[in-house]
């Protein structure tokens, strides 16, 4: 395999609104998700969405949080210190050391999710790189209930990297090429994202083309993620968040399995945990205001 | 003069092992990688120049492990579980209980004292119970295996692992190093869950003495200390090739096959 490419990498990238400069904002304030795989970082003025970044997480939880941030600042010729408060969530949320407070991703997700879908969302399922998440919200965007698959990592982003990586399919293009085939296989027996590379290694041996190894693999996840919805209890609206809310193949699966269809949004989905952040943020800065 | 080959193609690594009369005349050992059609040819065509043999010269082929089946040139095939058994019980003819440790799958087996399998278990789909777990964990404290596995020895307290998940428990381990506990302790956290989870395997078949150790992870010392602590009793463990017991119980029972006594 002399293919230097890697498949599993996708495309970093920051984003700053057009619509307004924040020289004009009174209050300004961030929110940064470190995740286990990726993370980003959001900037909003007067409680609208103004830069954002996504990257992955490095070894060092300090230095990506900060790496993150500096990259959503790129070209906007704000610093750090014209922020007014700062937010950290996601699984290295303790390790942002330019924060003001810590806040769990669990509400941080709900309140960014409520932000880009409206208020009329009541479930969401976050599917990150390691774990999945899926919880209910009321109109404000506060949690009502939620479950957590964090004891085991089958079946989430990792896994689909490492699938794409063998099978040399790019980690955006997985989606569409796993609905490229005629008739549907029955999903793969879901081991640890450990094995992952071996399964989808003795699929392709057994004669399946790649186009079926990743329907397997994207209707597994489907699968694993429709049983904590059905647990939790699905109520609609219904929006699905982070890196795999961006893959077809999972999403259309998943809709079909629920016999719901999941709201659209022109926000990144990768950023509402940041982007709830932030908002957090704007709430802690307006109480601090009010208490002067 | 008979001459047989026992082929075990692991998710991992491929091994080829050459008897003449049933003494080992010769073992290779390659890397299994995506083909294992060419892995298991490559390991069998090592192992016979290394006995200085062709392939007219021997009698007869077993083949055994995960990737058995892309073993063509083979005359036969067998179980993990029953090269296994096989095997331990040969070499040591008091065990009762096999335990099976290796990349990515982990058996625990019980025999009788002629070899014959009673009763099994089998993990093959969580990284938690195999040498993988290991592996990844070593990656997360960089330091290699053999590092890792004398290092736990020198370990006077463990910290509870809360992760199950091996993917988990990577970040675990690097929150206990920003922790600073000491890299001793933490190996032997990590080789402590480790041992408990293929204990709780063990348990579920029953454990008769006396029970062997065989597979890769049979090499790591810090793994054999905490399976002991567990299990409560001292292990058997091959003094060497411990990863090559399968491949040869499969080449015994090719020499059964073949008709010679």
Same mark, same amino acid.
């Not at chain 1, 769990?104 to 990150?128: K, Q, V």
């Not at chain 1, 965007?141 to 689909?160: E, I, Q």
């Not at chain 2, 390991?43 to 055994?64: Q, W």
């Not at chain 2, 000491?182 to 408990?196: L, T, Y």
């Given at each position: 395999m002399p293919e230097a490419r890697e498949f599993w990498r996708w495309k970093e990238y920051n984003w700053k609104t057009p619509d307004f400069d924040w020289k004009d904002a009174t209050l300004i304030t961030a929110g940064v998700d470190v995740g286990s795989v990726?993370?980003?970082?959001?900037?909003?003025?007067?409680? $609208?969405?103004?830069? *954002?970044?996504?990257?992955?997480?490095?070894?060092?939880?300090?230095?990506?949080?900060?790496?993150?941030m500096k990259w959503a600042?790129?070209?906007?010729?704000?610093?750090?210190?014209?922020?007014?408060?700062?937010?950290?969530?996601?699984?290295?949320?303790?390790?942002?050391p330019f924060s003001d407070r810590a806040i769990t991703e669990i509400a941080c997700h709900a309140r960014g999710a409520n932000y880009m879908f409206g208020p009329t969302l009541r479930t969401i399922m976050d599917m990150g790189g390691q774990d999945?998440?899926?919880?209910?919200?009321?109109?404000?965007? $506060?949690?009502?209930? *939620?479950?957590?698959?964090?004891?085991?990592?089958?079946?989430?982003?990792?896994?689909?990297?490492? *699938?794409?990586?063998?099978?040399?399919?790019?980690?955006?293009?997985?989606?569409?090429?796993?609905?490229?085939?005629?008739?549907?296989?029955?999903?793969?027996?879901?081991?640890?994202?450990?094995?992952?590379?071996?399964?989808?290694?003795g699929l392709l041996r057994s004669g399946w083309s790649r186009e079926k190894v990743l329907a397997a693999y994207c209707s597994a996840m489907a699968h694993r993620v429709a049983s904590l919805l059905n647990r939790i209890g699905m109520k609609e609206d219904f929006a699905i968040t982070?890196?795999?809310?961006?893959?077809?193949?999972?999403?259309?699966?998943?809709?079909?399995?629920?016999?719901? $269809?999941?709201?659209?949004?022109?926000?990144?989905?990768?950023?509402?945990?940041?982007?709830?952040?932030?908002?957090?943020?704007?709430?802690?800065?307006?109480?601090?205001?009010?208490n002067k | 003069m008979m001459i047989t080959a026992g082929i075990d193609v692991g998710n991992k690594n491929t091994r080829a092992l050459i008897l003449k009369d049933r003494e080992v005349i010769s073992r290779s050992l390659v890397l299994s990688d995506f083909d294992h059609k060419k892995a298991a040819l490559y390991s069998y065509e090592l192992a016979l120049s290394k006995a200085h043999m062709n392939k007219e010269d021997v009698n007869f082929i077993m083949a055994t492990g995960a990737g058995q089946e892309e073993v063509t040139?083979?005359?036969?095939?067998?179980?993990?579980?029953?090269?296994?058994?096989?095997?331990?019980?040969?070499?040591f003819s008091s065990t009762r209980t096999v335990i099976d440790v290796g990349a990515e799958e982990s058996r625990a087996?019980?025999? %009788?004292?002629?070899?014959?399998?009673? %009763?099994?278990?089998?993990?093959?789909?969580?990284?938690?119970?195999?040498?993988?777990?290991?592996?990844?964990?070593?990656?997360?404290?960089?330091?290699?295996l053999?590092?890792?596995?004398?290092?736990?020895?020198?370990?006077?307290?463990?910290?509870?692992?809360?992760?199950?998940?091996?993917?988990?428990?990577?970040?675990?381990?690097?929150?206990?190093?920003?922790?600073?506990?000491?890299?001793e302790n933490i190996a032997k956290s990590i080789h402590e869950a480790m041992a408990s989870r293929i204990s709780s395997m063990v348990r579920r078949i029953g454990i008769q003495k006396e029970v062997l150790l065989i597979g890769g992870t049979a090499y790591n010392k810090g793994f054999i200390a905490a399976m002991?602590? %567990?299990?409560?009793?001292?292990?058997?463990?091959?003094? %060497?090739?411990?990863?090559?017991?399968?491949?040869?119980?499969?080449?015994?029972v090719a020499a059964d096959k073949a008709g010679g006594k």
């Amino acid at each position: 395999m002399p293919e230097a490419r890697e498949f599993w990498r996708w495309k970093e990238y920051n984003w700053k609104t057009p619509d307004f400069d924040w020289k004009d904002a009174t209050l300004i304030t961030a929110g940064v998700d470190v995740g286990s795989v990726s993370s980003q970082a959001v900037i909003m003025c007067d409680g $609208k969405l103004y830069a *954002f970044s996504n990257m992955r997480t490095g070894s060092d939880s300090p230095n990506s949080a900060l790496n993150a941030m500096k990259w959503a600042l790129e070209g906007t010729g704000m610093t750090l210190t014209d922020i007014h408060c700062k937010v950290g969530t996601g699984y290295g949320r303790i390790n942002v050391p330019f924060s003001d407070r810590a806040i769990t991703e669990i509400a941080c997700h709900a309140r960014g999710a409520n932000y880009m879908f409206g208020p009329t969302l009541r479930t969401i399922m976050d599917m990150g790189g390691q774990d999945c998440k899926a919880i209910r919200c009321d109109e404000n965007g $506060k949690v009502v209930s *939620f479950l957590m698959n964090d004891k085991c990592a089958a079946g989430t982003g990792r896994g689909m990297e490492a *699938f794409a990586e063998l099978l040399g399919v790019s980690i955006e293009e997985v989606g569409e090429l796993s609905l490229q085939v005629e008739e549907e296989p029955p999903p793969v027996s879901n081991t640890c994202v450990v094995f992952a590379k071996t399964e989808a290694a003795g699929l392709l041996r057994s004669g399946w083309s790649r186009e079926k190894v990743l329907a397997a693999y994207c209707s597994a996840m489907a699968h694993r993620v429709a049983s904590l919805l059905n647990r939790i209890g699905m109520k609609e609206d219904f929006a699905i968040t982070g890196g795999i809310a961006k893959n077809v193949g999972v999403v259309s699966r998943l809709e079909k399995e629920l016999g719901v $269809k999941a709201l659209k949004t022109n926000y990144d989905m990768q950023i509402a945990g940041a982007l709830g952040a932030s908002i957090f943020a704007k709430d802690l800065a307006e109480k601090a205001i009010r208490n002067k | 003069m008979m001459i047989t080959a026992g082929i075990d193609v692991g998710n991992k690594n491929t091994r080829a092992l050459i008897l003449k009369d049933r003494e080992v005349i010769s073992r290779s050992l390659v890397l299994s990688d995506f083909d294992h059609k060419k892995a298991a040819l490559y390991s069998y065509e090592l192992a016979l120049s290394k006995a200085h043999m062709n392939k007219e010269d021997v009698n007869f082929i077993m083949a055994t492990g995960a990737g058995q089946e892309e073993v063509t040139f083979a005359n036969g095939r067998i179980t993990e579980v029953g090269s296994a058994a096989r095997g331990a019980v040969f070499l040591f003819s008091s065990t009762r209980t096999v335990i099976d440790v290796g990349a990515e799958e982990s058996r625990a087996i019980k025999i %009788d004292e002629k070899g014959k399998v009673l %009763d099994f278990a089998i993990n093959e789909k969580c990284a938690a119970g195999t040498g993988s777990f290991v592996e990844s964990m070593s990656r997360a404290l960089e330091i290699t295996l053999e590092e890792m596995g004398a290092l736990s020895l020198k370990g006077e307290k463990s910290v509870p692992m809360n992760a199950q998940c091996a993917v988990f428990a990577e970040s675990e381990v690097v929150s206990l190093i920003h922790a600073r506990i000491p890299v001793e302790n933490i190996a032997k956290s990590i080789h402590e869950a480790m041992a408990s989870r293929i204990s709780s395997m063990v348990r579920r078949i029953g454990i008769q003495k006396e029970v062997l150790l065989i597979g890769g992870t049979a090499y790591n010392k810090g793994f054999i200390a905490a399976m002991e602590e %567990d299990l409560e009793l001292k292990l058997i463990v091959p003094a %060497d090739y411990p990863e090559f017991i399968s491949a040869f119980g499969a080449a015994l029972v090719a020499a059964d096959k073949a008709g010679g006594k």
